[in-house]
């Protein structure tokens, strides 16, 4: 399915650090969104965004439940 969204300047969260989470947030990085990625793990390609716009947060830091 493909779903053609307007996310310009809109928050986006991203649940999930590994291969899913990266395909979809290399998706976003063009579309002038800002991306916030919640996981308990993340992947080298996504810690190097992390110093440059993309915000990476630890699930177990502020939440008082996750569900995925």
């Known amino acids: 399915m493909i779903v053609d969204i307007n ?35 993340f992947n080298k390609y996504l810690s190097r965004l992390e110093e440059r716009r993309v915000k990476i947060k630890g699930y177990k ?4 439940l996750t569900l995925t």
Do not use: W, Y
């Not at 969260?13 to 308990?40: D, P, Y």
């Not at 830091?61 to 008082?64: I, P, Q, T, V």
């Open 7 to 41: 996310v310009q300047g809109k928050n986006i969260v991203v649940i999930g650090g590994g291969v899913e989470g990266t395909r979809k947030v290399k998706a976003l990085l063009g579309q002038g969104c800002n991306i916030t990625v919640i996981s308990n793990r």
């Open 61 to 64: 830091d502020e939440a008082l």
